[in-house]
């Protein structure tokens, strides 16, 4: 018996040896990496680059659940390491203290696909630089309590940049755990989806609002 | 018929899914007037500044397509198309 034992029950061996195989760069720690980072992790996902440039802070506590009362003023993506290996030993991580735009594909170690967790549209369109035809990106963004997901895949999709032109939203936005903990769940499991080679969300926006528990897709065409 | 779809904090502020404008090949602002008319409820200054300029943070597709690329406020919408609206979330 082995920790993903239940998923091996579900999805079977030939899955979870895939999802051993694998990687995923997770581009911003803060509410949706953490979650996305941790379920992945959970998962059986091989290995995971971590980005990000920030540190602990006591805001980040309502929704960031790496993170904890003992943290604050430390690396970011050092406590994640920490805590997703306490989790699986086995998983590879590699981590990086840096902002988006400072990164380049021939810095980075090689990766399946990218989680965008990033939490502004000026950093999600520097990331999808890093993102080449054989990758997917699966985008997540929150506010108050809705939010969407996404995949972006080269010549099969639109970019973030053509979905989002002139979006200028301020990086400091309100928003509740809940809406962060089910946004990334949807996250996961369309990582899941690519992963295996059955995305979803292509040329699709799913929209999910708590106030009154809708789930809505819109057509976004390439 | 085109078919105008709310979502997010449009949708809530509306009360209101989508609705339905009978119109043939007229503008995006044109038609979005008609819908606030339909609606009579203020739709425009949530998407709209007084400078003729979508507001930073709104998404108006047409048929998928963000009308940040076509013509703006004057691209033309005809029978059959589908308007989507809505604010993306930004934040991580």
């Known amino acids: 018996m082995n920790m993903f034992q239940r998923n091996v029950q579900f999805w ?93 594909v021939k810095d980075l170690p090689l990766y399946d696909g990218i989680a965008d967790c990033l939490d502004n549209f000026a950093a999600r369109f520097y990331l999808e630089k890093l993102l080449s035809k054989q990758q997917f990106l699966v985008h997540g963004g929150v506010q108050n309590d809705f939010g969407q997901v996404t995949t972006i895949i080269p010549d099969k999709t639109q970019s973030l940049k053509e979905i989002y032109p002139g979006t200028h939203i301020p990086v400091s936005v309100s928003v509740i755990p809940q809406i962060v903990m089910l946004i990334g769940s949807l996250m996961i499991q369309e990582i899941i989806n690519n992963l295996f080679d059955k995305p979803l969300l292509i040329n699709s926006m799913l929209i999910l609002e708590l106030e009154d528990f809708s789930m809505f897709k819109v057509e976004l065409k390439k | 018929m085109i078919k105008i779809k709310f979502y997010s904090l449009i949708r809530l502020h509306l009360g209101i899914n989508e609705i339905q404008i009978e119109a043939d090949k007229i503008s995006i602002y044109d038609l979005l007037q008609i819908a606030e008319k339909q609606l009579d409820k203020l739709l425009l200054h949530l998407l709209i500044n007084a400078d003729y300029e979508i507001i930073p943070g709104t998404m108006i597709l047409i048929n998928g397509r963000n009308i940040f690329h076509l013509k703006k406020l004057d691209t033309i919408v005809q029978d059959g198309d589908v308007v989507s609206i809505f604010p993306p979330g930004g934040g991580g």
Do not use: W, Y
């Open chain 1, 12 to 104: 079977g061996k030939e899955k979870q040896q895939k999802l051993s195989e694998s990687s995923v760069l997770v581009a911003g720690v803060g509410g949706l990496g953490c979650l996305v980072a941790e379920g992945l992790t959970r998962a059986g996902i091989g290995k995971l680059i971590l980005i990000d440039n920030g540190k602990v802070e006591i805001s980040n506590l309502n929704r960031q659940i790496l993170f904890d009362q003992t943290d604050f003023g430390k690396s970011k993506v050092k406590i994640a390491q920490r805590r997703l290996k306490a989790i699986n030993p086995e998983l590879e991580i590699e981590i990086f203290q840096v902002d988006i735009a400072e990164m380049k």
